[in-house]
């Protein structure tokens, strides 16, 4: 039978296929950027609560207004900015809802979108179903593997043109961890103000930065508010991904589009979560200190053993992956590495290639999530001391 021809340029997300061969191959799973320890209990009391409580019907569309009220709160206390929690605000089904219904909303067929690559794997499937054109521009790995990934502003203004309708930004960065700098988004800001283009940001890192580095949201920067969407949600910052709850944050006039689409695609994201999310951005600032020194602590451990193991391992300055050259282990590719991986050595991991538009960059890569717990870490760890350099050739 005939698919759509929209459903027939992409794959099935290789990121969710690694998970299932980590549980098919009894595998530690250090592919999908999932927690496997406890949400905070303070919330979860919450959600139970909010359950017994009958809050379970239908929210309203755009989300719960008191959960709404609380996301203007938080973006007011961490970036400064005053939203309107009436009109700039749509709750959806994580950030990954949030996104597509943003593209869907904002974007026609045929406008361009600006991609960095590598990048988290939805956005390309994301364009394909709204119609744009992606255009990538390269972020490229550091020569020194404690240094940042950069861009080239030449080529980066070169994919900036009169089809331009949205560049799309993810800071901290998956998979690469990098955090884009002030300069970095001036230059941004420069390029969307001159070519009239949205800006839309994935900040669900936001919280997990390491060696003193700040999170930026580019709405912050002057000239920007009125054309960016930002997009977060609860699933990284309250380790809680199962639960699907995210949003998008955009001017009133734009946030009326994204709403419409938002709503016939999913009505609403669970009620009884929204809930809990109110009490989650409610934690106290020492939450995210606390959480980040528990990432740092997880990021160096693995970094010291890749790097044991013959890796060229990246140092992300935030999020919780190690994307990583595996040039000196001489295999084919980033997919028959990451084959190996999972089923003669026993960990899961994501070839890079799944972060790059194909066929594309990442067949010398690999990415390593670090979002778990210390003793997985450890389990992973002893599987690596087995791959140390030539053993595999
Ligand atoms: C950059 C990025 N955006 C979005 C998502 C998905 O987030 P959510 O659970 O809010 O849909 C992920 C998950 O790994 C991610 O890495």
Redesign the pocket.
Same mark, same amino acid.
């Given at each position: 039978m005939r698919v759509s021809q929209k459903a027939a340029q992409f794959t099935e997300s290789v990121i969710r296929e690694m998970t299932r061969q980590a549980i098919q191959h009894n595998a530690v799973n250090l592919a999908q &950027?999932f927690p496997d320890f406890a949400a905070p209990e303070a919330i979860k009391l919450v959600a139970q609560q909010a359950v017994a409580a009958d809050i379970n019907q239908y929210a309203i569309t755009w989300g719960a207004q008191n959960f709404r009220r609380s996301i203007a709160d938080k973006f007011a206390t961490w970036q400064r900015i005053e939203i309107d929690p009436e009109r700039e605000i749509t709750v959806c089904c &994580? =950030? /990954?809802?949030a996104?597509i219904a943003t593209l869907l909303a904002l974007v026609d067929p045929g406008e361009e979108v600006i991609v960095f690559e590598p990048f *988290?794997e %939805?956005y390309g499937p994301d364009a394909i179903l709204s119609g744009a054109t992606p255009r990538y521009v390269t972020l490229h790995p550091p020569i020194e593997e404690n240094d940042e990934w950069s861009f080239d502003p030449t080529a980066l203004r070169a994919a900036f043109n009169s089809k331009t309708r949205a560049i799309i930004l %993810?800071t901290p960065h %998956?998979p690469t961890g990098k955090v884009f700098t002030r300069t970095e988004l001036e230059l941004i800001r420069d390029l969307c103000v001159e070519f009239d283009v949205l800006a839309i940001t994935?900040e669900? *890192?936001e919280h997990i930065l390491y060696d003193g580095a700040v999170h930026i949201s580019i709405a912050t920067i002057e000239g920007m508010r009125e054309r960016t969407v930002t997009i977060n =949600?609860l =699933?990284?910052s309250y380790s809680v /991904?199962g639960w699907?709850v &995210?949003w998008a944050i955009a001017p009133p006039a734009l946030t009326a589009a994204i709403r419409k689409v938002h709503d016939f695609l999913t009505v609403g994201a669970a009620a009884p979560l929204q809930a809990a999310g109110a009490a989650a951005l409610a934690l106290p600032g020492s939450y995210y200190t606390e959480l980040a020194a528990k990432y740092n602590e997880r990021r160096n451990l693995l970094l010291t053993a890749l790097r044991q193991a013959g890796f060229k391992a990246f140092k992300p300055g935030g999020a919780y992956y190690i994307m990583t050259d595996i040039a000196s282990f001489h295999f084919a590719d980033d997919r028959a590495f990451a084959a190996h991986l999972v089923q003669q050595v026993g960990i899961a991991t994501v070839p890079g290639s799944s972060f790059y538009s194909p066929p594309g960059g990442g067949s010398q890569q690999i990415r390593f999530a670090f979002c778990k717990q210390l003793s997985t870490l450890h389990r992973a760890i002893e599987k690596l001391q087995s791959i140390q350099l030539g053993q595999l050739q």
């Amino acid at each position: 039978m005939r698919v759509s021809q929209k459903a027939a340029q992409f794959t099935e997300s290789v990121i969710r296929e690694m998970t299932r061969q980590a549980i098919q191959h009894n595998a530690v799973n250090l592919a999908q &950027g999932f927690p496997d320890f406890a949400a905070p209990e303070a919330i979860k009391l919450v959600a139970q609560q909010a359950v017994a409580a009958d809050i379970n019907q239908y929210a309203i569309t755009w989300g719960a207004q008191n959960f709404r009220r609380s996301i203007a709160d938080k973006f007011a206390t961490w970036q400064r900015i005053e939203i309107d929690p009436e009109r700039e605000i749509t709750v959806c089904c &994580g =950030s /990954t809802e949030a996104m597509i219904a943003t593209l869907l909303a904002l974007v026609d067929p045929g406008e361009e979108v600006i991609v960095f690559e590598p990048f *988290y794997e %939805n956005y390309g499937p994301d364009a394909i179903l709204s119609g744009a054109t992606p255009r990538y521009v390269t972020l490229h790995p550091p020569i020194e593997e404690n240094d940042e990934w950069s861009f080239d502003p030449t080529a980066l203004r070169a994919a900036f043109n009169s089809k331009t309708r949205a560049i799309i930004l %993810n800071t901290p960065h %998956n998979p690469t961890g990098k955090v884009f700098t002030r300069t970095e988004l001036e230059l941004i800001r420069d390029l969307c103000v001159e070519f009239d283009v949205l800006a839309i940001t994935d900040e669900i *890192y936001e919280h997990i930065l390491y060696d003193g580095a700040v999170h930026i949201s580019i709405a912050t920067i002057e000239g920007m508010r009125e054309r960016t969407v930002t997009i977060n =949600s609860l =699933s990284k910052s309250y380790s809680v /991904t199962g639960w699907r709850v &995210g949003w998008a944050i955009a001017p009133p006039a734009l946030t009326a589009a994204i709403r419409k689409v938002h709503d016939f695609l999913t009505v609403g994201a669970a009620a009884p979560l929204q809930a809990a999310g109110a009490a989650a951005l409610a934690l106290p600032g020492s939450y995210y200190t606390e959480l980040a020194a528990k990432y740092n602590e997880r990021r160096n451990l693995l970094l010291t053993a890749l790097r044991q193991a013959g890796f060229k391992a990246f140092k992300p300055g935030g999020a919780y992956y190690i994307m990583t050259d595996i040039a000196s282990f001489h295999f084919a590719d980033d997919r028959a590495f990451a084959a190996h991986l999972v089923q003669q050595v026993g960990i899961a991991t994501v070839p890079g290639s799944s972060f790059y538009s194909p066929p594309g960059g990442g067949s010398q890569q690999i990415r390593f999530a670090f979002c778990k717990q210390l003793s997985t870490l450890h389990r992973a760890i002893e599987k690596l001391q087995s791959i140390q350099l030539g053993q595999l050739q």
